[in-house]
């Protein structure tokens, strides 16, 4: 089950990520467990210092800007 | 032959109407080639340096020239700034998208870890013009460095300058009042910062920041360092312009719009009583009244500079302007998430104490 978690505390961008994460999901029928992450001391325990940021299956692959969808597909597909 | 090839594979496909993705990926590599560029460039300078005979060409064709009441001198004054400014924003905000590329968070953090005190300070601030930042990253960058072990006044120092010299403010004062404003803009904000950060770190304040702040353990990923083509590096010099300069450019009609209307109708001296030199506390005043209110760089750099034509001094307002760049409500608010109440009027009160210096400096020298 590929796992996804965008981190945020709620700045535009985070929202962004996580409607970006939907999108790809749902236009490539993928199935995924897509997450919201605003506590802070959970964002800061994955150790970024900007947000968004997005973890796929536990690894942090990105944070402080947005990936391309044709990126985060790839990054979907790969898990 | 290169560009040839690929014109002639773009065509093929907008004909053919398929595979789009593909057809957008090679015009987006066709505009981050380093020719199209260089050429780009070519062309800024061309209209830049040819701009004031343009706006001059544009006011003799309106007649506006032959006139010369309130209204006439504010239409001119207004189609010349507004390309002006608009030019080199977007020129200094491309440049340093590119530059920004070379830096981030984790390698700023990296270098200033195990510093001494006063260098952490002084390297913390040069780094905080160059690293991207955005305020609303703010606290999880400051649990970063804190948590990496890096001095809380080094930190702050980094807080302070990131905002208060960012390139927009550095080029609009660069446009409006020549490059030496500009140099002592950016060198007295440094100066600002490391001393600011400097007494905060020997204060020994630690105890005001947050508790669970020293408790987060992160595991600190290395996220694989991917190679940054220099075609990469191009292309989010163009996301910079497009985010910045489409956020800031009404600002910058409405700001420089105030300030035509004012360089035609308000008199010469009629800030000077308020806000000139004689008026001592018009600097403590400034700084009181910049502080609450927050306006990004664009949006007061033009009221800055008619509240200077109109006889404030260039100290009082290059007070205000920091005070409302520097230090802002927003800010107090994001911050409170990680530091206690009286550590943030101690951050505040220091660094605004400190602007207030660079105003009586500056009212002295000039």
């Known amino acids: 089950m590929l796992e996804i978690k965008v981190l945020g505390t709620g700045c535009a961008r985070c929202k962004e990520l996580e409607r970006m994460c939907f999108d790809v999901a749902a236009a490539n029928n993928i199935t995924a467990d897509i997450q919201k992450v605003t506590e802070l001391k959970d964002i800061m325990s994955y150790g970024i210092m900007q947000t968004p940021g997005l973890v796929i299956n536990g690894v942090v692959k990105l944070s402080g800007k947005l990936p391309t969808s044709s990126v985060l597909l790839q990054w979907m597909k790969e898990n | ?366």
């Open chain 2, 1 to 366: 032959m290169f560009c040839y090839n690929i014109f002639l594979n773009s065509n093929k496909d907008r004909i053919f109407n398929y595979n789009s993705r593909r057809d957008k990926r090679i015009t987006k590599n066709f505009k981050s080639s380093i020719g199209f560029v260089i050429s780009l460039i070519a062309v800024w300078f061309l209209v830049y340096f040819n701009l004031e005979r343009l706006a001059s060409a544009l006011n003799d064709i309106t007649e506006l020239s032959s006139v010369k009441d309130g209204y006439a001198r504010s239409v001119e004054f207004f189609i010349f700034e507004v390309p002006k400014v608009l030019m080199l924003l977007t020129l200094i905000v491309f440049v340093m998208g590119i530059v920004r590329t070379y830096f981030s968070p984790e390698k700023t953090r990296a270098l200033l870890e195990k510093k001494s005190l006063f260098l952490g300070n002084v390297l913390a601030s040069v780094l905080g013009i160059f690293t991207p930042f955005c305020s609303c990253s703010a606290v999880p960058l400051f649990i970063g460095f804190v948590e990496a072990g890096i001095p809380l006044g080094v930190t702050l120092s980094f807080l302070i300058a990131a905002p208060m010299i960012n390139e927009v403010a550095v080029i609009l004062l660069f446009g409006m009042f020549g490059w030496q404003t500009a140099v002592i803009y950016v060198s007295t904000g440094l100066f600002i910062a490391v001393l600011s950060g400097y007494i905060i770190g020997k204060l020994k304040l630690e105890k005001y920041v947050e508790e669970w702040v020293y408790e987060i353990k992160s595991n600190r990923q290395e996220s694989e360092e991917e190679k940054i083509t220099f075609r990469e590096r191009i292309e989010s010099g163009y996301i910079a312009v497009k985010d910045i300069v489409g956020k800031v450019w009404i600002y910058i009609i409405i700001g420089v719009g105030v300030g035509s209307a004012a360089h035609g109708y308000v008199p010469e001296d009629f800030m000077a009583g308020l806000m000139g030199k004689s008026a001592w506390w018009s600097v403590p005043l400034s700084v009181l009244i910049g502080i609450p209110l927050y306006s990004n760089a664009a949006g007061i750099i033009p009221i800055v500079s008619v509240l200077i034509e109109k006889g404030a001094s260039l100290g009082t307002a290059l007070a205000f302007m920091m005070a409302v760049i520097g230090l802002s409500l927003p800010e107090a608010i994001i911050l409170k998430k990680v530091l206690k109440l009286p550590m943030i009027f101690i951050f505040f009160g220091i660094v605004g104490v400190g602007i207030m210096i660079v105003g009586y400096i500056f009212n002295l020298i000039y």
